[in-house]
């Protein structure tokens, strides 16, 4: 028995300024290249190592990953499913495809780049290899992957601390199923409201431990919670619940039905708190914790596709010279480059940020002391590396620190700061290009987390963002979007 295992990540925010090309991806061609796409080769891993200690052959195709931005360019979508397909031809006959995805991927011409994919792979391997896939939990659940796949899998934990046992549960349930040992049968509920909704405590975090709970039972193959992509402009956009059960189709669309709405009746008290900018900065002045307080700089994370260059938060912490503050990682190639020609120790009048567009805010003007320059900067992803390319540490007069970065990238590992030599400890306050993910590598550090509205790219207003093609029966949009039935 053979599997086969490959992988396309990509998430798209339908606002951003840019499309995503080809060149935005990083590629592993196999189980020898050392490259680690976007920290997911782990997850790749997972798969291979579950199909090995079932006694099956592994072939492992290609894994392409790039950071969230834009629209796919319709070429380069193209030519990676192509690739995809490619090896998957070359390996073939399989007895199982598992694939790793991430659910939010939309093309210039296509608004379900998974559903696309899974229906080419189902076109080769024809209806009775089973198809599974690991996917984000802010994925577009589809009705077309529902169809081409027989199990999808989303992480349950945001931050997603749980890639690599999601991966490796799509490969369980493919393997058992390809033995003969399961049947799965998925069914998907609509929970019809939208928000960014961490995991880490409260009841979303109850209300995950008992889908935990529920997949102990024999006959529950998985349950799956999907926030969807609220920047994601396509028809299917929204929080879906899906169950796959054991050769029980009306168990699991009854399954699927009741936790959705139960998910509706938490949407009030799951949500995240966001700050006003002059109330931040107030509280900012007035904070007197041991560890910093920490502004989520949330409209600008890089991780949901902003250009992590905005200026907003920047600009007001430069006007009101508080000092013992943070900042980073702010994306600017240019002004790292100049950083680094100016070398450790000089001053310099450098032009920060703001460069790429309405939502990116004006350039911001600062007289700054290059700290420090590394030219191979990374962080940790999870256990991964993530590459931030040469970055530098620079300084204002004012004790303002500034990480500048040239490849973009969300913070998620404390040594963005720390291994330039920015200890975080002495700071007041720290300004961080993400929403949720920093958490895990920062829980130790740091004191309160406020999430900051600014007026970037990644809206915090969910009833008001400008969809064109997204159904708009949601809460918030909508008071109760079930009072039509
Ligand atoms: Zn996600």
């Not at 792979?121 to 984000?136: E, K, N």
């Not at 204002?396 to 404390?414: E, F, M, N, P, W």
Request: hydrophobic fraction near 45%.
């Amino acid at each position: 028995m053979k599997l086969f295992v490959a992988g396309l990540v990509a998430e798209t925010n339908s606002f951003a300024c840019c499309p995503t090309g080809f060149g935005a991806f990083e590629l592993r061609l196999g189980p020898h290249d050392p490259t680690d796409p976007m920290g997911m080769a782990s997850a790749m891993q997972g798969v291979a190592s579950r199909a090995q200690a079932a006694g099956w052959d592994v072939a492992e195709g290609v894994l392409a990953a790039a950071q969230p931005l834009g629209p796919l360019v319709d070429a380069a979508y193209a030519a990676l499913k192509a690739l995809i397909l490619k090896d998957l031809e070359a390996a073939m006959p399989v007895s199982a495809v598992v694939l790793i995805l991430h659910g939010g991927m939309t093309s210039q011409s296509i608004d379900d780049c998974e559903g696309d994919l899974l229906a080419a792979v189902r076109s080769l391997v024809g209806p009775s290899v089973p198809i599974t896939a690991s996917l984000d939990l802010h994925c577009h659940l589809t009705a077309r992957m529902l169809q081409q796949a027989d199990a999808l899998i989303a992480y349950k934990d945001y931050p997603h601390t749980d890639i690599v046992e999601t991966a490796a549960r799509a490969a369980d349930l493919a393997i058992a199923a390809a033995e003969g040992k399961v049947r799965p049968r998925m069914a998907a509920a609509d929970c019809r409201a939208m928000g960014l909704w961490p995991t880490l405590t409260g009841p979303l975090r109850a209300f995950v431990d008992r889908v935990r709970a529920l997949e102990r039972q024999p006959d529950i193959l998985s349950v799956s919670v999907g926030h969807g992509m609220a920047y994601g402009d396509v028809p299917e956009a929204g929080a879906k619940v899906w169950v796959i059960t054991d050769d029980n189709p009306v168990q699991a669309a009854r399954l699927a039905q009741q936790l959705a709405l139960e998910l509706f009746d938490l949407r009030e008290r799951i949500g995240t708190r966001f700050t006003p900018l002059p109330e931040a900065m107030a509280r900012l002045e007035a904070w007197r914790g041991d560890k910093p307080l920490v502004l989520a700089d949330v409209a600008d994370n890089p991780g949901g596709g902003a250009m992590g260059d905005s200026t907003f938060l920047l600009r007001a912490l430069a006007d009101r010279s508080i000092g013992a503050v943070g900042l980073g990682g702010l994306w600017d190639p240019g002004a790292v480059q100049l950083c680094r020609e100016a070398g450790e120790g000089a001053k310099l009048h450098l032009r920060i940020g703001g460069k790429c567009g309405v939502a990116s805010g004006d350039p911001v003007d600062l007289c700054v002391l290059v700290r420090r320059f590394i030219e191979d900067h990374s962080q940790d992803d999870f256990g991964a590396r993530a590459d931030l390319g040469p970055s530098a540490w620079v300084e204002t007069d004012a004790g303002l620190h500034i990480v500048l970065i040239s490849k973009r990238q969300q913070v998620l590992g404390v040594d963005l700061f720390a291994g330039l030599g920015l200890e975080i400890a002495g700071l007041r306050g720290l300004v961080v290009k993400s929403m949720q993910h920093f958490r895990t590598s920062f829980a130790p550090f740091i004191g309160e987390v406020i999430h900051v509205e600014t007026p970037g790219l990644l809206r915090t207003d969910f009833e008001a963002i400008p969809f064109q093609r997204r159904d708009l029966n949601y809460w918030p949009r909508v008071e109760d979007p079930y009072a039509a039935e």
